[in-house]
């Protein structure tokens, strides 16, 4: 069993920054993959990054250069800093946990607003 808790969202002007942190806790030594994904009304949730146990990252087209994602395997902590933020950015953004056996885990959710 794993629970994630997601902070950091917020209102943004174009251009401005915001970092969302996600810590998690239970089995946490059956995570191997924590990501970021983001769901805008009246969409699919797309993936946004992801990085492995070990380092490996992974980001959609839409985020490269402006997003980074990172994790402290000390904290049990995955970061998103993004960066040049856009109006398409706006969505609910969810920290998500994939382990040895599934299911996938998912936070709550954190409202990410890029307006001026």
């Known amino acids: 069993q794993v629970q994630l808790v997601e902070s950091g969202g917020g209102l943004v002007q174009p251009g401005g920054s915001l970092r969302l942190s996600c810590t998690a806790s239970?089995?946490?030594?059956?995570?191997?993959?924590l990501g970021w994904y983001r769901q805008a009304p009246g969409n699919e949730r797309e993936s946004v990054a992801n990085v492995t146990y070990g380092g490996v990252t992974n980001y959609a087209d839409s985020v490269k250069g402006r997003f980074t994602i990172s994790r402290d395997n000390v904290k049990n902590t995955v970061y998103l800093q993004m960066n040049s933020l856009k109006p398409e950015d706006t969505a609910v953004y969810y920290c998500?946990?994939?382990?040895?056996?599934?299911?996938?885990?998912w936070g709550q959710g954190t409202q990410v607003t890029v307006s001026a």
């Open positions: 239970g089995s946490i030594l059956s995570i191997y993959v």
């Open positions: 998500s946990a994939k382990t040895i056996v599934p299911p996938n885990y």
